[in-house]
């Protein structure tokens, strides 16, 4: 399921592109992402890492679950576990797993699994649409909101403040596990 997500991430981020009548150079200079790299995701020749996620996403004014929703099955009302996308940053091995249905709801629950010692970060623009909590199921994570970091264990449920530049570490020797909570705003 992994693979087919990737193929569709890479036809709807040209579709997205295409849509908006923007040219390569135009998304480029948006996100701050290298015309170059984002041909070869738009091909499929390379696979984009969560930063790279949410740069394009903000530069379309989309966030990331936004971006991944608009590719996974629409009208759900029930999604069955065998069936939750699940996406893997090549670059860091963290998970991201749609639970809810997809639909065009204003809530969302995604699972994210991020191993000892990675971190990925995200831009203030990734945010900017949404509400968010993070609540820990399991391991360690440390939050970096603007500067702020704030160490997560289980059962922790944290609000994410204003948008800001975050960042999420995992300081353990087992992997993070956390599901957020997404509020369209």
Known sequence: MVDDLASRLAER?????????????????????????ISRIERGEASPTAVLLG????????????????????G????RAADQPAWRDPETGFVRRA???????????VAGELPPGAAIGYPASSYAFIR???????????????GIVTRLGPGDCME?????????????????????VVARR
């Open 13 to 37: 981020l040209r579709g997205e592109r295409e849509a908006r009548g923007w040219s390569l150079n135009d998304l480029a200079e948006r996100s701050g992402v290298s015309r170059a790299m």
């Open 55 to 74: 740069r394009l996403s903000g530069a379309f004014g989309l966030t990331l679950s936004n971006l991944l929703a608009r590719i996974e099955s629409a």
């Open 76 to 79: 759900e009302r029930l999604r």
């Open 99 to 109: 639970i809810s249905p997809a639909g065009n709801g204003d809530l969302e629950l």
């Open 132 to 146: 968010q909590q993070i609540w820990m199921q399991s391991g360690l994570l440390d939050f970096d909101e603007g």
């Open 160 to 180: 994410l403040g204003p948008p800001s530049d975050c960042r999420f570490s995992n300081p353990g020797t087992e992997p993070a596990r956390y599901l957020v």
